[in-house]
Each structure stands twice: as C-alpha cells, then as structure tokens.
C-alpha cells in the first residue's frame, strides 16, 4: 500500500490512504466535493451504476473518512482520437479498447493532498493487471477543463477530435508503460 502524507503531495509518512469498493453500508454523509454533480453521483446513482453492472466505484480513504472517489468503466476511443504515435500501425479497425475513468471527485477537505494521484495510480495498477487478461490499450478520461493539466501530469494527451467546450477528452496510452514496466521486472 503507497504511504501518503496527508499535509504534503510527497510519499513519505505514517499516514496511510486505502482504497475500498463502494457499498451500501460506507457512511457518505459528510462527503463534500467541489463538484455538486460529483456529490450527486457518489451519493445517489455510483451504487444503481453498480448494481447494474455499469461502472465500478471505488473509495479512498484517510483513516476511516473518504477523502475521494473514483468511478471506472469500459469504453472505446476512436483511432482518428489518437495521435498518430499511439495508433497501432496493423489494426485494421477504428476503435480501441480502454477503461474509463467516468468520475473522480476529492473531499474539499482532502484537496491537494495526494488523494488524486492516488486515484488515478490506483487505477493505473487496476487497468494494468486487467490487460493481462482482457485486451485495454488507454485509459480515457473527459477532464474538467480546469483539470486538464492534472491528468497531462501523468502522461494523459489531449484527443484530437471530439473536443467539448464543458469538459476535455483525453486518453493514456498504457502499452509503453506495461511494456517498460515487464522489461525492468524479467530484465
């Protein structure tokens, strides 16, 4: 489990973030995101997603508080949305396999504490054991327009079409980063 100091972005404490899959008996109240369509969607609809085997939701939290939340689902992206570099040169069809990133929200409390790269790392390493079972190339996300530079942090590439005015489609293209990772591991 990564230790995170909850006063600094650095990973260098005692203190501990854990990650938990939603269920009905987590107490959600005092959860307050900047986002009231985030709130929403944590407090009423993550577990109907669930149910219904539409996305998966899972916290984060600092001791026993949830500091944060992300929803993951699968989807494609369209080849003419990726830079050409990501293309895969022999695929002869026009949409990618990928996971998506349907919402992450963080606690106003917990803001700019690490609680989102924790996220995002934690779906990393999810989609990164996933691939060895099941065929995912990207990690999508439609970022806030006022996160995009969050996500381009970590790698994530503007796509180039299908921009929104309201949110900002991008995507992670995972293989390099597995085929790194499996070098270093059997090198």
Avoid: W
């Amino acid at each position: 489990m990564k230790k995170m100091d909850i006063n600094s972005n650095s990973p260098n404490s005692d203190y501990e973030f854990t990650i938990k899959t939603l269920n009905e008996n987590h107490n959600l109240s005092l959860f307050k995101c900047s986002s009231p369509e985030l709130n929403d969607f944590l407090k009423n609809d993550a577990l109907m997603y669930q149910t219904n085997f539409l996305a998966q939701t899972y916290l984060c939290f600092y001791k026993n508080e949830p500091a944060g939340f992300v929803t993951i689902m699968t989807d494609i992206i369209e080849a003419k949305s990726i830079h050409t570099i990501d293309k895969i040169a022999s695929f002869r069809y026009g949409k990618y396999p990928a996971i998506k990133i349907a919402r992450l929200g963080v606690d106003s409390r917990f803001e700019r504490r690490g609680v989102g790269s924790y996220l995002l790392f934690s779906v990393s390493i999810l989609v990164f054991s996933l691939c060895k079972h099941v065929g995912c190339r990207y990690i999508l996300v439609d970022s806030k327009n006022e996160s995009t530079s969050f996500y381009e942090k970590y790698g994530f590439k503007i796509a180039e079409k299908n921009r929104k005015s309201d949110y900002t489609p991008m995507y992670l293209n995972i293989q390099p980063i597995i085929t790194k990772r499996d070098l270093q591991e059997n090198g």
